[in-house]
């Protein structure tokens, strides 16, 4: 099991960036997929954003984000540009231990482990 740990958010500009991070335990991190997930008050939980174990291969829900990640940090990165007060959530990243390839997953189900999340409030 993977402990994850997200930091980062908080309040934050409409039009503005914020970067939260996700850090992981152990030795493997790095053959992880890991994504990021949102859940909005009130509604469920949407993908967000997701990367290879190897970093080369994303898929993103929208073009303002990127996502990144430090293997060797067993550290992942989201950073949401051009903020939208419909961006505030929780914001949680999720691990899964096995893929085919280097490939991703952003299918909730498809993921092992989840962190508690981290709020990013987007104010008008």
């Known amino acids: 099991q993977v402990q994850l740990v997200e930091s980062g958010g908080g309040l934050a500009q409409a039009g503005g960036c914020v970067r939260v991070s996700c850090s992981g335990s152990g030795r493997t991190f790095g053959s992880y997929v890991v994504g990021w997930f949102r859940q909005a008050p009130g509604k469920e939980r949407e993908f967000v954003a997701t990367?290879?174990?190897?970093?080369s291969n994303t898929y993103l829900a929208d073009g303002r984000f990127t996502i990144s990640r430090d293997n060797a940090a067993n550290t992942m990165y989201l950073q949401l540009n051009s903020l939208e007060p419909e961006d505030t959530a929780v914001y949680c990243c999720a691990t899964r231990q096995t893929a085919i390839d280097d490939d991703y997953y952003w299918r909730t189900y498809e993921f092992d482990d989840w962190g508690q999340g981290t709020r990013i409030t987007v104010s008008s």
């Open positions: 990367i290879s174990a190897s970093g």
